[in-house]
Nanobody
Framework: QVQLVESGGGLVQAGGSLRLSCAAS????????MGWFRQAPGKEREFVAA????????YYADSLTGRFTISRDNAKNTVYLQMNSLNPEDTAVYYC?????????????????WGQGTQVTVSS
């Protein structure tokens, strides 16, 4: 199996930045790519960004392009989410996920493994 551990969440003022990290362990060789989702209270889990493990192709939610950047370090089995120009609407629990097949990357059902989530709170 694959284990995912997120870190880097916290409290930040509007306009600030945060970088989330997600370290993968276990049978990482079965991972085709990884993604980030977020879930605010009372809302559905929302796609943020995804990246393929090899080649590095990236995908973003249309509403977040330009502010968020996903990247990876294959040697460390780690994926990052750089978040800039944060606003209170970005407040949510951010989840890292991994998938084996490379399809349905913008839906939670396309992922096989999930981290426990990290809280991001943006104050106004």
């Amino acid at each position: 199996q694959v284990q995912l551990v997120e870190s880097g969440g916290g409290l930040v003022q509007a306009g600030g930045s945060l970088r989330l990290s997600c370290a993968a362990s276990g049978r990482t060789f079965i991972i085709y790519g990884m993604g980030w989702f977020r879930q605010a209270p009372g809302k559905e889990r929302e796609f943020v960004a995804a990246i393929n493990w090899s080649g590095g192709s990236t995908y973003y939610a249309d509403s977040l392009t330009g502010r968020f950047t996903i990247s990876r370090d294959n040697a460390k089995n780690t994926v990052y989410l750089q978040m800039n120009s944060l606003n209170p609407e970005d407040t949510a629990v951010y989840y890292c996920a991994a998938h084996r097949t490379g399809s349905n990357l913008n839906t939670p059902g396309g992922y096989d493994y999930w981290g426990q989530g990290t809280q991001v709170t943006v104050s106004s």
